[in-house]
């Protein structure tokens, strides 16, 4: 393995050996390309830089306990790009091409993947953009799809901890018949301005309630939100949320683990009845949630410094299966490099 230190990576970018490639000319995906530059050459009047036709996703390869490298769910990745692709009409990449194209970049790649004992990860980010040159607003006829691969350090340096959150009532990073449920980069650049807002207060990240009655939770920045109490897992249903992977997973956890799981609709009154609260995405799996401040009316809810039992309990059992510890009975996860 490379001589890094990778324990001290954050969660930034490092040059990789290779990353693979697969362009769309002419009505068809043409082969997989493997390339050592992290650069490329598209014309400055390339559609995704102008009108944001561009998707991407996100999940990691982890160095398990067992010495093998293993990726979780990468069909869900796959199809959740299709559905992207689908409302920002770009062409869908079959599902075996996306796998094919992880399981090859990692292999390639498999040098950078920490150790396992470091808490480090190799994050995997597919990224599809249109490319035809042209100033009209419409769909572009060529495109490029990337995945690249970048060592990321551990999300709890100290260990699984508790954050704080703020919520917002003037901000809303999508609308709720809009681009919310999709993994487009321009709900991120919607999400800045808030996210600095609450940065700037010490908040690990800034909350959403619905856009329309703003009545109720939607999510947390970059993640999906959950609620405990009375032996239930509770999380939002609504229609501007990015429907994410790892809260999917969660649910099912949380039912193997004996709980209820409700997916509905979170009045904001309800925040605090929940006995633990959290953020759930890949980055962190859980990042447990100690209080909630709303910035606008000075509402402040406590959930704890330290996480939750529920919380602790359903980390270890999610991170156990992604690092082939504990059983993989949903067959969840792929080794990639045995
Ligand atoms: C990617 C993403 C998530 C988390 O999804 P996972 O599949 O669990 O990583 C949550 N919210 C938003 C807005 C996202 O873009």
Redesign the pocket.
Known sequence: MKGIDWESLSFGYMKTDYNVRCYYHDGKWGEIEICSEDTFNISIAASCLHYGQEAFE?LKAYRCPDGKVRVFRMDENAKRLQSTCRYIVMPELPTERFEEMVKKVVRLNQEWVPTYESGSTLYIRPLLIGITPQVGVHAARDYMFVIFVTPVGPYFKGGFQANPYAIVHNYDRSAPLGTGSY?VGG?YAASLYAHNLAAAKGYASEFYLDAKEKKYMD?CG???FFGIKNNTYITPKSSS??P????KSLMQVAEDLGMKVERRQIPYDELETFEEAGA????AVISPISYIDDLDTGAHIEYGKEPGPWSKKLYDTLRGIQYGIIEDKHGWTTVVVE
């Open positions: 996100g993994k709900n999510e970059a993640a999906n949320i990015l994410s992977i790892t809260n759930c995405g890949t980055a």
